[in-house]
């Protein structure tokens, strides 16, 4: 398995911006789908972004599409999420998470085997 680590969570006002960060510990970074998942209190994880291996392929919850953007920079061992125009409905917090390549179901939590530990954002209205 991967060790993932997380970070730039926060506070921010709503209509800002924040990017989180997840660096994963591997030789093989690139035999790794990321995805980035929320779960606010309460509720079950969903799913907020993915991007396959080399970042070409990226999928978004129709919820964030258009605010958010995932990215992975192959050399770093590291996967971003940069977040635009939050909303009172997006704190939660965030874990990014490791699938194999090979695996198909970029939606499903179910699909990675490897998870960080999560930042919280936070969003005031």
């Known amino acids: 398995q991967v060790q993932l680590v997380e970070s730039g969570g926060g506070l921010v006002q709503a209509g800002g911006s924040l990017r989180l960060s997840c660096v994963a510990s591997?030789?093989?970074?690139?035999?790794?789908?990321m995805g980035w998942f929320r779960q606010a209190p309460g509720k079950e994880r969903e799913f907020v972004a993915a991007?396959?291996?080399?970042?070409?392929?990226?999928y978004y919850a129709d919820s964030v599409k258009g605010r958010f953007t995932i990215s992975r920079d192959n050399a770093k061992n590291t996967v971003y999420l940069q977040m635009n125009s939050l909303k009172p409905e997006d704190p939660a917090a965030y874990y990014c998470?490791?699938?194999?390549?090979?695996?198909?179901?970029?939606?499903?939590?179910?699909?990675?085997?490897?998870w960080g530990q999560g930042t919280q954002v936070t969003v005031s209205s």
């Open positions: 998470a490791a699938r194999p390549r090979a695996v198909r179901g970029y939606e499903s939590p179910r699909a990675y085997e490897s």
């Open positions: 591997t030789r093989n970074f690139r035999n790794y789908a």
């Open positions: 991007a396959n291996w080399s970042g070409v392929s990226t």
